[in-house]
C-alpha cells in the first residue's frame, strides 16, 4: 500500500505522537493532545493529528505547535469489517508508518478517548523494544489471566499468545515496513472478513501473534470495574476508556467526575462550541454498583498484584526471546 500526506507545517524532530480522529473525535483527540503539551514543553518529539479529511485545529491551540496531517488512503481499507460505531477511518493507524516515514523513525500512536496525567513521553519513544515493529499493553483480558485464550485466536483454530490493545502502540517504523505490516493485515482483513470479531486491533495482533515487545499497563491503563480502583492507587500514565461509556458519554455517572470536569474546563477555554461533557457524582452514590466493583477488585487483587509486579519501572520492557510469525509466517488456517 502506498498513502500520500500532507501537513499543515513540516516535522520538527524524527519521532511522534500521533492521533488519528474524524470530525466526531477530534475535540477529545484534541483535548489529550493538549494533555501531552503541557507535561511536555520542551519536547523532542511532534504531536500529530492525522485524519483522512482535511482537519481545522482551534485558534487556540496555534501555541502548542500541534501538527494537522491528511492522509489520503486511496479507499485502501474499503472492504474490512465495520459496525455502525465505525467508518473505514477507523483503520487509519495502519498507515502511519507508511504515509509518515519520510519524516519519523518512532511513532506513538494513541487512540482518543483517553486521559493523560503523566509520564515521560520522549523516554517512551525511546525504548529499546529489540526486533520488534511494535511495543504495546496487554490487553485487559489477560492482565490476570496471562494464558487466557483470545477469542479471535480460538476462531482461527490457534493457540494463545500475548494479545495487545492497540490504543496505545510504539511503532519502530523501518520494522514496520520491512515486514509489510499494513499491507498484510488489510489483505488479512478482507481474506477473512467473516470470520474478524475485531477491527485493526484484531488484524494486528493476528499477524504479530506475541512478536510484540510488552510495556507497562501505566501507559494504557483499560478502565473497566475490575482495574478502576486500582487505578486511583497506582496512578497511571494513561487511563483508557475502553468501551462505551466515555467521559462526553456517561449517563449512568459511572465514572469518577474529574475526567468529565477536566475535559469540560478545556472546551471551555479551548473550544468553547464544543458541547461540554456533563459531570455526574459517579457510582460513590449507588451503594449497590460501588458494593459490586470493591467485591470484583478484592477478588482481583493477587492476580492483579501479579501481573503489575513484572513492571518495576514505567519503562521496563518485556521482549520475547524468539520472534514470531510477523516477518511473513504462514497464517492460513487450520484445515
Not at 519524516?103 to 525504548?127: C, N, P
Amino acid at each position: 500500500m502506498t498513502f500520500s500526506m500532507t501537513a499543515d507545517r513540516p516535522a520538527r524532530h524524527r519521532r511522534a505522537i500521533a492521533f488519528c480522529a474524524d470530525a466526531n473525535y477530534l475535540p477529545y483527540a484534541l483535548f489529550a493532545a493538549a494533555q501531552i503539551a503541557a507535561l511536555s514543553p520542551g519536547r523532542d518529539f511532534d504531536i500529530c493529528l492525522c485524519s483522512d479529511a482535511e482537519l481545522s485545529l482551534p485558534p487556540a491551540l496555534a501555541p502548542l505547535g500541534l501538527r494537522a496531517v491528511t492522509i489520503d488512503t486511496g479507499g485502501a481499507f474499503d472492504g474490512l469489517r465495520l459496525d455502525r460505531r465505525r467508518t473505514a477511518s477507523a483503520y487509519l493507524r495502519l498507515a502511519l508508518p507508511q504515509a509518515l516515514r519520510a519524516d519519523y523513525d518512532r511513532i506513538l500512536y494513541l487512540d482518543g478517548d483517553i486521559f493523560v496525567q503523566g509520564g515521560d513521553f520522549g523516554a517512551l519513544l525511546g525504548l529499546d523494544i529489540g526486533p520488534h515493529a511494535v511495543a504495546a499493553v496487554r490487553d485487559n483480558q489477560q492482565w490476570r489471566t496471562p494464558r487466557r485464550l483470545p477469542e479471535q485466536f480460538r476462531r482461527m483454530g490457534w493457540k494463545t499468545a500475548p494479545y495487545f490493545n492497540s490504543g496505545v502502540m510504539l511503532i519502530d517504523t523501518a520494522r514496520w515496513l520491512e515486514a509489510d505490516l499494513g499491507t498484510r493485515a488489510v489483505a488479512f482483513g478482507r481474506q477473512h472478513k467473516d470470520r474478524l470479531i475485531g477491527h485493526d486491533q484484531t488484524l494486528l495482533n493476528c499477524l504479530l501473534r506475541g512478536d510484540w515487545a510488552e510495556i507497562s499497563p501505566v501507559w494504557n491503563w483499560q478502565y473497566t470495574q475490575r482495574t478502576r480502583l486500582f487505578e486511583a492507587m497506582r496512578m497511571p500514565h494513561v487511563v483508557h476508556f475502553i468501551g462505551a461509556t466515555k467521559p462526553w458519554k456517561d449517563p449512568q455517572g459511572a465514572l469518577s467526575p474529574r475526567f468529565a470536569a477536566a475535559m469540560a474546563a478545556f472546551f471551555s477555554g479551548a473550544m468553547p462550541d464544543q458541547p461540554r461533557p456533563a459531570v455526574g457524582t459517579g457510582p460513590l452514590l449507588d451503594r449497590g454498583r460501588l458494593g459490586k466493583m470493591c467485591l470484583r477488585h478484592a477478588m482481583a487483587v493477587p492476580a492483579t498484584a501479579r501481573y503489575l509486579s513484572q513492571f518495576p519501572t514505567d519503562l521496563t520492557v518485556l521482549r520475547r526471546a524468539e520472534p514470531g510469525p510477523a516477518a511473513g509466517a504462514d497464517l492460513s488456517l487450520p484445515a
